[in-house]
């Protein structure tokens, strides 16, 4: 994850537990094919994990019609509606037949608004991600993939702590955010927004 070359995150990178693959995205690009000459990438500033052994994950009851894809193929979106109001964007971790998975719940995009995509809703509208790409496999083939984190080094802290939005196995610490970026949905308490100037975000991104 240190290299400086732009890869494209594998099948092998998502077939781990959620928690383990949870804090190695921050820092990472979810890219989306807008046009033949377009991309449009933004960076993963925040992640939560899920996991069947634990109540607040949709597969804890076991597979149903509505959760079916969390338990299939590592690399795979999870998209929900929740609240019947906005979708959730996931990626689905670990191993087929165990529901697993990490969700998106904030992208910082560069030149854009630094809230556009600061939280599961607004991050799914801002990349035009919805039910129909259910089960999609994330590649450049289907115009949607992530690719690896750069400037490592100079990102700073990744905060780890509990889940928000949820009622149970609340205190599991299984929410990761970039501390250096002002994109994320929610600090923890007494962690103070970032001046701009302090702000981290990668010099550039040439894409694939």
Not at 105 to 115: G, H, K, L, M, T
Not at 164 to 172: C, L, N, T
């Amino acid at each position: 994850m240190n290299s400086k070359a732009i890869a494209i995150l594998t099948k092998e990178f998502f077939s781990r537990p959620s928690h383990l693959v949870a804090p190695d995205l921050i820092g990472c690009y979810l890219n989306k094919r807008v046009s033949k000459n377009k991309n449009l990438s933004g960076v993963i500033v925040e992640t939560e994990a899920y996991s069947q052994e634990e109540d607040s994950c949709h597969g804890f009851s076991g597979k149903t019609k509505r959760n079916e894809t969390l338990f299939g193929e590592p690399g795979n979106l999870y998209i929900y509606i929740s609240y019947g109001i906005y979708h959730c964007v996931n990626v689905v971790t670990g191993k087929k037949n165990w529901a697993n998975g990490v969700l998106l719940r904030s992208i910082a995009i560069r030149d854009e608004d630094e809230r556009i995509a600061a939280g599961p809703g607004l991050l799914a509208k801002r990349f035009g991600l919805n039910r129909k790409h259910d089960n999609l496999l994330l590649s450049p083939e289907n115009n949607f993939w992530f690719t690896n984190r750069k400037d490592f080094k100079k990102m700073g802290n990744i905060v780890q702590t509990t889940r928000i939005g949820i009622s149970k196995a609340k205190d599991i610490p299984w929410r990761w955010y970039l501390e250096s970026s002002r994109s994320v949905s929610k600090r923890v308490k007494g962690d103070k927004i970032p001046p701009t100037n302090k702000c981290w975000y990668p010099s550039s991104h040439e894409g694939l």
